[in-house]
């Protein structure tokens, strides 16, 4: 398994081969433990796609069908994070080369391709025919992407709401959101914007003085599986870093 | 009102913005979301030629040009619906898709794709009163997903975008060097039309309005077409001079004719004198003899007849009319090589009115004109002076914006209105509700400050968001100035838990309160017989109810009881759930994990309700 690197920053090298029978045992040892992601569970009915005034309100919380997760993990740590990503998935970290006032710290990112993967609806050199072997941007892929923005003065007393107006002026309503695992960590969901709002799926975290925003992407068409993945790995995501 | 205006020549007539600000009137905004929503839509490219496009068309974009050019490119197999959006939330688009937009379905000409750093570029084209695509990120943020926006503007320290990724994303200003590093992360992605916005040219320049197959030559302040490419040839006009203008241009100077005849030409040198000698058409009898001033003069008219020499005037030129001198060609640029007195090294002249030798006040205007391009001659300064025959004012930014007529007749600087005060690229005619305040002007984000920011007749409007307190929903505004606290407007749904939880001031108002739900130290420290715990996953809600009169709800609901309680119900059991929020628009029990310190079995609802999941206890004897 290779890693993607951008000229970035930091990245992190994952020499599965080279680990494999250790990396087995771990995994073994974590399963046992519990460490390792729990099962995803899924939902039945309708979601609420209502709005105090008609606005679109995105379902992009709970997952919608009923999957079931065959996915195994394999646990990473990147950053000061400790968390599980499915097995031959492959991890980046992208640091600022010159970080602005509203810029993420850095990001995690995690994806089912080694090539580099087109989030965003700009693509950066020409790729016309995205079959030609000269496309570097991989034509399908799932990938969860992780802004962190950590450090900020007044990161500790920031309300949501001054949060989206800092880092997202896009969000106009947002719904707070039960965390079951972390007492201590709350969510929201952003329920109505005024601007492209990317990710099939999309959940911000706060965990003492940090701000995450989750999102998950995927050009295939069948979801479920991914959403699947995605839940997962939010649920065992360890918000408050290395302790 | 469909005027453009470079502010900039406004501010050279009245003084009042520092010349190196740059604003791009009349250029349309348009949403890039509808269509589609705003959850995966992609249409920021689409949108941005779309503006780009209509802006040359003269035309206002509206949601149908947008589906109309995503129909086009999913008709050209350029993109494709995205597999989890809606059909006209678009996909992801290249700088060269953006281009083909342009040439191929508005039909504009020419356009300047590039990836290179060069914010003069952009300065340059804001000059010529283009438009710029460029490729950047949501908000402006270089870690954030990518996205086209339009550049209409330029300061020191601000850019100036048309942002379709917002609904009022008109001249919103960003950071300069927040563009630059965003920009970057596209590899500088460029994308212009090859157009020129003067609105007046010398006599002699050769014109063709984007989007028009049309080539003109001013002649009097006005345009000729010329034809067909028969004629252009058999006048020895220059491809290479062409001009791609606004069509605005034809509002300023009146199309006043057709070149459509094909002259018969000849070129004769006499005493090392240089004559043209002319007929309507080779079989014509009509005729004219004109004489160059100059041997730089007649080169310059770059006739391809071959010269021929004579002694005398030829015969059958006998009866032809006697035409006037020509000097260099109009429209001709020339560039001294050495100093030509009075002038700076390195001025440009244009020839115009047969004769006249204009030199440009500055380069902007040079470059604002689409001359920078073009054939320029270098010769010494006596060749120039022996074909010309007055030196004469310099062209300014002034008279290259002038407009003789019509719609874009510049406004005079006479007008206190037409003057922006402030610097804010608007002034009181253009809707600036305060000219004194650079913070306010149409378009401007609307901010908590008890002002109309936006010039829209309404102060802090729209300044409302969600928020949530202890007992509920509430709203966050602004008024007067100022933010609220979070305003209670959907307090919780009181539960029998012993807690206030709409903040109403009573406690379980209306509800049987079961009194395992009352806080009671005595009861906290009771040893209860079973210990459950009900947990359900991130942001869902668990409840459970163990006997008639007892339940509980919360992020892990315990269920502490004894065996005589769960036997209530004639046997010993207890029902849960978990849903999505507290309004049960979704749930599923086989989200919960269930752990007790006793044997369980865990089962769909058999009991109760089949929604509802269910924890027997097969250790426990009911009497």
Known sequence: MTITHNSRSMVLKLFLEVTMKAFSLVCLILCLSGCLPRPVFVLEGDQDNSSVDGSQVFDDVIPSTKTSSNTAWQSVEAQSFNFAIPENWYLEVIEPKEKAPNDANFILLIQDTPAEVRMGALVVEDCEDMDSSNCQYAPDYTAIQIFVYEGEADSATLSWTDFFASYYPEVQEFESLALTSMEEIDAVRVSKVDGPWLGLRRVFVRSGDRFFDLSLHSTHENTRVVEDIFWNFVVNFNFGGKK | MNKVLLLVIAAALVGEVKADEIFLEGVPFKTQSPPGDWQHNLNCGPTSSVMVGAYYQGE??????????????????????????????????????????????????????????????????????????????????????????????????????????????????????????????????????????????????????VGSNKVYVVSDNALLWIKDEATFISMSFDWQKIIPVHSRILECLPENGVVDWQPYREVWKINENYFLFEKTSAGSNNCAVYQFASKTAYQSWALPQGVKNFSAQPFYAGSCDIGPTLYLRNGTLVKASSNLSGYEVGTIFVATGNGELRPFADWDTFIMMGYENLPLLVLPSAEIMSATKI???????????????????????????????????????????????????????????????????????????????DCGRGIHYCEDGIWNECELTEPFIEVADGVDNNCDGFVDEGLVVPDSALPDDDLASNSFEINCLVRCPLFMVGYAWWSNSEFGTGITVNVETTSEVLCERGAAWFDFNCACDPEWSCYAWEAALIECNVPVNVQAGSVDYQGEGEVWFPEIQCF
């Open chain 2, 60 to 209: 206002e974009p509206n949601v149908q040009s947008v589906e109309d050019v995503l129909d086009w490119l999913y008709s050209q197999g350029m993109i494709t619906p995205q597999a989890n959006g809606e059909y006209y939330d678009g996909n992801v688009t290249s700088l060269v898709q953006l281009e083909k937009i342009l040439l191929q379905y508005y039909g504009l000409g020419s356009t300047i794709r590039q990836n290179k750093k060069d914010l003069d570029f952009i300065r340059q084209q804001l000059l010529k009163q283009n438009p710029v695509i460029v490729g950047v990120n949501i908000n402006m943020s270089a870690l954030q997903f990518g996205h086209f926006m339009v550049v209409v503007g330029l300061t020191d320290t601000q850019v100036v975008v048309h942002d379709p990724g917002k609904t009022l994303g008109g001249y919103k200003r960003y950071n300069l060097s927040s563009f630059l590093s965003s920009w970057a992360t596209s590899n500088y992605a460029t994308l212009v039309v090859r157009s020129s916005g003067a609105l007046w040219y010398p006599d002699g320049t050769l014109v063709q309005p």
């Open chain 2, 391 to 469: 030196l004469a004012q310099p062209i300014t930014a002034q008279d290259a914006m002038f407009c003789l007529s019509g719609l874009y007749a510049i406004q005079g600087a006479s007008d206190p209105a037409e003057v922006d005060n402030d610097g804010d690229g608007f002034s009181v005619a253009q809707n600036d509700c305060d000219d004194e305040n650079p913070q306010i002007y149409p378009f401007q984000e609307e901010i908590c400050d008890g002002l109309d920011n936006n010039c829209n007749d309404a102060e802090d409007e729209g300044l409302v968001f969600d928020c949530y307190v």
